[in-house]
């Protein structure tokens, strides 16, 4: 309830009136102008000086870290180190909060630069010429704080969810996975706070070492070491094209410092505006290449995007807030900020938008098939990602900010729902064996959550915040000539997440009642029933309905047949019901702030402002060979953003009907559906879609096989070759000692035989050279 | 013919100017002759080495020291008739004492070897220790 | 070009391999007769050893005594003019026969036997060499002493034969040890030994004859005894001196000087001196020995001393006593001694 506080809270702040709903075209086509115009003449301001204490945000989770590593090291075994979690968290959510009144209200000037001291100073010379400087220091504006505020928003909610959802290792693993949580957090806000490249690529590699850390959280489980080894190396793939990107960067500008390289980058910038593109350096139109591998790895798009999906064997809330809400959008923030340097490339912008596209289609395609729920989820975080990626591309920085707003919540909760579920059931997550969850007794906020989950990523018309962030994303890929391509995939994708969605939905949370428990029954099950029953309300049922319904079908699970699904218990209910207010709440920052909302309202203040957009649109009507015809195209001769309104709606619609009537209507058992009667119109793309089109095996076959054949080669020459060097050199001693030792038996003869045998030989040479 | 001649005269026969105990003043001896002498020195010297070598029998291994020491008391008697100079037979006189210390030394050693071990094979000894 | 300068490398090589390139040898013996007979020699050496079992020793003895017999061949052939006396032929035989026979009996008993013909004909060969004190004092040391402590020892060192454990050959006895590698370094010795020594003898050139006589010089005394003796000098004359002559460069005695009480010198020549006057043997190698070498001698006295000694320490049996056995005893020791000296004492202080 103190979240929905600070939630009006932030709404009451924001004088701007609420626009209406639909914004009439030549209004928005004039503003858009004037913004070009400005444009021209505005550069990105000088940084001003933030005050200190803005360095709180990313220090109380560190202290939550050394508290909790402190709490590991002394072998608490209580819940107190998710107590200093959510502690300090949510007094970094408090300090957060604080800087974006003090931001949006001028007390700190847009942007501003808070040096906490001098981190990395590398000088080959006299002078700042000489010498690359990374600080500690956190470059604020109203991008970093959008990302703060749901950083650590949502961190201290996962957090508060769990301490419950984890209780079953406490005094085991509770410790530190609180500490990987908090080093997480702390990871985070250095990626989006700090104020140069470097301290950015520390964060990057941070939240890449807990999302490691926090995959293989249950390091006994293989397949959980696996998925954390794999996310690990495909992110390392992406980082080196960060670390490229830095380097050049540090090459060409001189600098890692977002202020230095904005300032350096505007003489482009103008000659952008002036539709000078020859101007522009190739390496400047590297540098966004480079960082887009990088932005690619992190967040999961289409070469590197495996990563994901496997990533689900963490515990859930890792998976809610790292791999769905926080981490997973670096990539997003990572181009937001340097937004002004894609806008120097002809080609960035373009390769973004189009792999995020296919990625959102791909990964949509792939979760239509998929059976575990968690899985989809993580395929639809792909997927949503791929339309930010798209949004960006498209020029709608804000649209996608938005979009990563909005989805952070409702994808958390969605996370969290299904976490609740599995740990409810025992780990059970397969669609099949799940079914009417929602009416069971205790799991009526976890099916309402869910419910508001699928909705809003299902896009449902007007009242979900999910349907005006991408509507936004929509309305400006067909309002660009260009993209429209992309709109109609984009479009496509929209539908196809909105039957996968609820398709879940209806299997899981609704229909008859049925279960089987996972094979997680350990802490479960038995035991420790009278300590859930104590502390959770509507627990004491325990679904014996379902128990009944179970023996009805006459799945005679008599392994299970004493297992009782436990509901969840109030933390997890608070978090899910915050959460899920907060998905609606989110609905009126798009008409708070701004004609666009406040989310775009508070990104034309950063780097990733609107008046590049113009300047890059500019440029690309100037460089095509059309006029100003074509700068705002038409969708079927409406307005594109107006029309998405109503088609991104009816396209969403469609797909809940879809999985409305082939999942929920005339459904009796849980792992049957009239879905399954199609299956044989498609052919084998559903088991290709269900064995996620093969990719895995495809880098299987053509990056991991070479690269083992090759390893073995490589062993092979370097057992033969380079041991066999370094052997030769131990092996003549040994042979000369082996051979010479029988010459030293002890035996007198041996060493007479020697004897006369030598004097022969020495008396032979004096005969024969000395004559 | 003249080997077939002297054989009856046994002590007085002289071929080739040689007498076989010489009074006095003897004749020069022709270097063939010294070739002669040297190589049954030598394979005589060859044949004590080879028994040294091959021979375990301690006491056979010093029968063949012996061998090998008349050998170079043949050469040095030899070379000392041919140079009409007694040096050469003196130096027999030594090793006839360095053979007899060394027969008395070597022989003690024997016997103390054999006391412990109850056998004269040299390769027994084949340790630095006991 | 190339093809040429190495054609006369290798002929250069072959050259300096070939035993022709070995001067010297050739002027008593065929190089290659005297390597080939040493060859086989050598293999019948090395089949003449004892190997256990039934082997051709004697097909290995008959082969190394044809080698031998091919070397003395040889040899012969090269110096037809000056050949050896047959006595040579026969000690060298006996000799070099018996020592192979030392080396390849199995027992030692036999070997130290035959040993004591290797120095009997050893000393054959000193006699012919004109070493007649040598030839006794051989025959007399080796065969009279150090062969009979030998035999002893062998005798001590052998564990007798018993009703029940019949005499057998030990192992080591049978068994040579690697024949084919001692054999092979033994006669690559011989040869080379024998090319060196042959190379250097022929350089040789021998000296005049006569030198021998300056040593009465040396000895006056014998010259006057033996003189008296033949009634050749009067009772009031002594040997003065000796007249010598010296041509091409050795200094040789012409003749006797003596002198009579009134100072008066006669000469007895050189042709007038009776048989007995020559410089003997033994005469030759005392005066040799003890003029040139007396420090030799004395060390060898020395090392005969130490070896005594050595030999005596050596095998002495060594008696464990503890050390209370051996309190006891010098108490024992001590009481018989005090009682007679206890009793003298008290005599003593009495007188």
Redesign the interface.
């Known amino acids: 309830m103190g979240f929905m506080m600070t939630l009006s809270t932030i709404l009451a702040t924001l004088a701007s009136p609420i626009a209406a709903l639909a914004q009439s075209e030549p209004v928005h086509a004039a503003q858009q102008e004037a913004g070009h115009a400005a444009a021209k003449m505005e550069a990105i301001a000088a940084p001003g000086v933030g005050p200190l204490w803005l360095l709180l945000i990313p220090v109380l989770p560190l202290v939550g870290f050394v508290l909790s590593a402190l709490c590991a090291a002394f072998k608490v075994k209580s819940k107190l180190p998710a107590w200093l979690t959510v502690l300090c968290l949510g007094a970094s959510f408090a300090v957060t909060l604080a800087m974006y009144l003090q931001i949006s209200s001028g007390q700190i000037a847009n942007p501003s630069v808070a040096t906490g001291f001098e981190w990395i100073r590398v000088s080959w010379g006299l002078g700042d010429a000489h010498s690359i400087v990374a600080n500690f220091g956190l470059y604020i504006d109203s991008l970093t704080c959008l990302w703060m505020l749901f950083v650590t928003g949502l961190a201290t909610l996962i957090g508060l969810y769990a301490s419950e959802y984890m209780a079953g290792d406490v005094g085991a693993g509770y410790c530190r996975f609180f500490a990987a949580f908090n080093l997480f957090v702390f990871s985070m806000s250095c990626l989006v706070m700090g104020d140069n490249l470097l301290l950015l690529y520390l964060g990057w590699e941070g939240v890449g070492l807990c999302s490691y850390l926090l995959i293989g959280y249950f390091y006994k489980k293989p397949s959980a070491v696996e998925a954390g080894k794999k996310a690990f190396i495909v992110n390392r793939i992406g980082d080196l094209g960060l670390a490229l990107g830095l380097m050049l960067t540090a090459v060409h500008f001189g600098s890692i410092e977002y202020s230095v390289i904005f300032a350096k980058a505007q003489p482009y910038l103008t000659a952008l505006s002036e539709g000078r593109l020859g101007d522009i350096p190739a390496v400047v139109q590297l540098i966004p290449v480079l960082l887009m591998i990088g932005a690619f790895g992190k967040s999961a798009q289409l070469p590197l995007y495996v990563w994901l999906p496997d990533a689900m064997e963490g515990p859930t809330p890792v998976s809610a807030l790292i791999h769905a809400a926080t981490m997973v959008t670096a990539g997003v923030y990572l181009i937001a900020r340097t937004y002004p340097l894609f806008l120097l490339s002809e080609t960035a912008l373009p390769i973004v938008a189009w792999t995020g596209a296919l990625t959102a289609l791909l990964a949509a395609t792939i979760g239509m098939a998929q059976f575990d729920i968690k899985r989809i989820m993580a395929y639809s975080t792909v997927s949503q990602l791929g339309y930010m990626f798209a949004g960006l591309g498209v020029l709608t920085s804000g649209g996608a900010a938005f979009h990563v707003f909005t989805h952070a919540f409702f994808k958390a909760m969605l996370f969290l729902s299904c976490g609740a579920v599995m740990h409810g059931f025992a780990g059970q997550l397969d669609l099949r064996k799940l079914s009417g969850v929602g009416s069971m007794p205790g799991w009526r906020v976890v099916g309402i959550a869910m419910l508001v989950g699928c909705l809003n990523l299902a896009g449902f018309p007007v009242i979900t915040s999910g349907y005006w962030s991408k509507d936004m994303i929509l309305g400006e890929a067909f309002a660009n000539p260009h993209m429209v391509a992309i709109g109609w995939i984009l479009l496509l994708t929209a539908g196809l997440t909105a039957y996968y969605t609820f398709r879940v939905y209806f299997r899981v949370f609704v229909g008859p009642k049925y279960f089987e428990p996972g094979d997680e029954v350990h802490g479960h099950g038995g035991g420790d029933h009278g300590s859930h029953g104590a502390d959770a309300h509507g627990a004491d049922a325990h679904g014996h309905k379902a128990h009944d319904e179970h023996g009805h079908e006459g799945h005679g699970h008599d392994a299970h047949a004493h297992f009782h699904p436990h509901a969840p218990g109030w933390a997890i209910n608070t978090v899910l019901a915050i959460l899920a207010i907060a998905a609606f709440a989110v609905i009126g920052l798009r008409f708070v702030g701004g004609h666009e909302g406040w989310v775009s309202g508070l990104i034309e203040h950063s780097s990733a402002n609107y008046a590049g957009h113009a300047m890059y649109a500019a440029a690309a009507s100037h460089a095509g060979a059309g006029g100003d015809e074509h700068a705002h195209a038409t969708f079927f001769g409406y307005d594109a953003h107006t029309a998405m309104m109503y088609v991104s709606g009816v396209v969403g619609f469609i797909g809940i009907a879809v999985a409305f009537v082939l999942h929920f209507v005339g459904r009796t058992t849980a792992a049957k559906s009239r879905a399954d009667a199609l299956l044989p119109l498609v052919g084998p793309l559903a088991k290709w879609a269900q064995g996620k089109w093969y990719v895995d095996e495809l880098y299987n076959a053509i990056i991991r096989v070479p690269l083992l054949v090759l390893a073995h080669l490589f062993h092979l020459i370097d057992k033969a070759i380079v041991d066999g060097i370094v052997d030769l050199f131990g092996w003549v001693p040994k042979f000369t000692g082996s051979s010479l030792r029988p010459s030293q038996s002890g035996v007198l003869h041996g060493y007479a035989l020697s004897m006369a045998g030598g004097l022969a030989v020495l008396v032979l040479i004096v005969v024969m050279v000395m004559k | 013919m003249?080997?077939l001649a002297?054989?009856p005269g046994?002590m007085d026969?002289v071929?080739?100017g040689?007498?076989?105990?010489?009074?006095?003043?003897?004749?020069?001896?022709?270097?063939?002759?010294?070739?002669?002498?040297?190589?049954?020195s030598?394979?005589?010297?060859?044949?004590?080495?080879?028994?040294?070598?091959?021979?375990?029998?301690l006491?056979?291994?010093?029968?063949?020291t012996?061998?090998m020491f008349?050998a170079a008391?043949?050469a040095l008697?030899?070379f000392?008739?041919?140079?009409?100079n007694?040096?050469g037979?003196?130096f027999?006189?030594?090793i006839?004492?360095?053979?007899?210390?060394?027969?008395?030394?070597a022989?003690?050693?024997?016997?103390?070897l054999?006391?412990r071990r109850?056998?004269?094979?040299?390769?027994e000894?084949?340790?630095?220790k006991g | 070009m190339g093809c040429r300068v190495s054609v006369h490398g290798v002929s250069g090589f072959l050259l300096f391999l070939s035993p022709a390139g070995l001067m010297g040898i050739d002027a008593f013996i065929n190089p290659y007769l005297f390597y080939g007979a040493v060859v086989l020699g050598g293999l019948g050496i090395c089949m003449a050893l004892p190997r256990g079992g039934k082997t051709a020793q004697i097909v290995g003895a008959v082969v190394a005594a044809l080698a031998g017999a091919l070397v003395m061949l040889g040899l012969g052939v090269k110096s037809v003019a000056s050949l050896p006396n047959i006595y040579f032929y026969i000690f060298s035989a006996i000799g070099l026969g018996a020592a192979v026979r030392v080396i390849s009996h199995p027992r030692p008993v036999y070997a130290a036997l035959y040993f004591i013909l290797t120095v009997l004909s050893s000393a054959g060969l000193f006699l012919l060499l004109s070493a007649e004190f040598m030839a006794m004092a051989l025959i007399i040391v080796y065969a009279g002493a150090i062969l009979i402590t030998y035999l002893f020892v062998i005798m001590l060192a052998t564990q007798a034969p018993t009703e029940d454990r019949p005499e057998e050959l030990a192992e080591y006895d049978t068994v040579a040890r690697e024949p084919v590698a001692a054999t092979t370094a033994g006669f690559v010795l011989l040869a080379v030994l024998t090319t060196l020594a042959f190379n250097g003898t022929s350089t040789l050139n021998p000296p005049p004859p006569g030198t021998p006589d300056s040593v009465l010089v040396q000895i006056p005394r014998k010259v006057e005894r033996v003189l008296r003796g033949y009634q050749l000098i009067q009772k009031d004359e002594k040997v003065e001196g000796f007249d010598r002559v010296s041509g091409d460069g050795v200094a040789a005695i012409e003749s006797v000087v003596i002198k009579n009480a009134e100072g008066k010198t006669r000469e007895i020549a050189k042709e007038a001196w009776p048989e007995e006057l020559r410089v003997r043997n033994v005469e030759q190698l005392g005066l040799n020995l003890l003029q040139d070498h007396p420090g030799s001698i004395e060390i060898a006295g020395v090392i005969l001393l130490m070896a005594m000694l050595g030999a005596v320490v050596l095998s002495r049996r060594q008696v464990q006593i503890d050390e209370d056995a051996k309190r006891r005893q010098s108490q024992t020791l001590a009481q018989t001694i005090a009682e007679p000296a206890g009793r003298g004492g008290s005599s003593g202080g009495a007188a």
Request: charged residues 10%.
């Open positions: 003249n080997m002297s054989i046994a026969a071929i080739s040689t007498t076989l105990a010489q009074a006095s003043a003897p004749a020069p001896m022709a270097a063939s002759q010294l070739a002669h002498y040297l190589f049954v030598a394979a005589l010297f060859a044949i004590g080495l080879i028994g040294f070598l091959t021979r375990r029998n006491i056979i291994m010093f029968l063949c012996e061998l008349q008391g043949v008697i030899a000392s008739r041919f140079h009409l007694m040096t037979q003196t027999v006189i030594f006839l004492t360095v053979a007899a210390a060394e027969a008395a030394m022989l003690a050693l024997v016997v103390l054999f006391r109850e056998s004269l094979n040299a390769e000894f084949s340790e630095m």
